[in-house]
Nanobody
Framework: QVQLAESGGGSVQAGGSLRLSCSIR????????IGWFRQTPGKEREWVAL????????TYADSVKGRFTISQDNVDNTVFLQMKNLAPEDTGMYYC??????????????????????WGHGTQVTVSS
């Protein structure tokens, strides 16, 4: 069973930075798609960034492109989300999720969230103006 645990959330002022971590246990494939998603107040949960774990290809939502960076540590099975130049609209609960057995062409932002079978419990990010 895959288990994901997010950490690193907190409160920052606009323009600040945070680094989120997603610790992953129980992955059985080398080809996986790990994503960061967020639930902001009044909006549906949206994808933020994806990484294909074997080839380390990355994809970003337009709203975070150039400010957020997704990366991984294969030794510790951890996926990071480095967030810079944060804005109040980035406030929300951030989740990581796994889509196992996904190749590069399958690890896209258009992939339905329902296909991500395993989710963490989330970490809160609050950005004040």
């Amino acid at each position: 069973q895959v288990q994901l645990a997010e950490s690193g959330g907190g409160s920052v002022q606009a323009g600040g930075s945070l680094r989120l971590s997603c610790s992953i246990r129980g992955l059985t494939y080398s080809n996986n798609c790990i994503g960061w998603f967020r639930q902001t107040p009044g909006k549906e949960r949206e994808w933020v960034a994806l990484i294909q774990t074997r080839y380390e290809t990355t994809t970003y939502a337009d709203s975070v492109k150039g400010r957020f960076t997704i990366s991984q540590d294969n030794v510790d099975n951890t996926v990071f989300l480095q967030m810079k130049n944060l804005a109040p609209e980035d406030t929300g609960m951030y989740y990581c999720a796994a889509l196992m057995g996904a190749g590069v062409s399958y690890c896209r932002g258009t992939r339905p969230q329902s296909e991500f079978s395993d989710w963490g419990h989330g970490t809160q990010v609050t950005v004040s103006s």
